[in-house]
């Protein structure tokens, strides 16, 4: 129903949930690797729902916008799953 495979849903309601993490902080929550969620998030941020920002050696991701107004829609999604 939000047009996203649940993976990218997924990620885009951590992002929302803890603006500025970290891949590894991320990776962790979902349980991937870095390499994947790294991939993960450069598709979230070619559709305009994440943007990163490099601390040093660490990158942040942010959700945009657009992420947060679709937010209510992804739990709701995700309650009538669960």
Do not use: H
């Amino acid at each position: 129903s939000t047009g996203l495979p649940s993976s990218y849903a997924f990620l885009v309601m951590q992002a929302n949930k803890n603006p500025g993490a970290t891949i590894g902080a991320l990776g962790e929550a979902l349980q991937l690797t870095p390499s994947t969620l790294t991939r993960l998030v450069e598709k979230m941020e070619q559709k305009g729902y994440l943007r990163r920002e490099t601390a040093g050696r660490t990158t942040l991701v942010f959700p945009t916008e657009a992420a947060t107004l679709l937010d209510p829609a992804l739990r709701l999604a995700w309650a009538s799953i669960y």
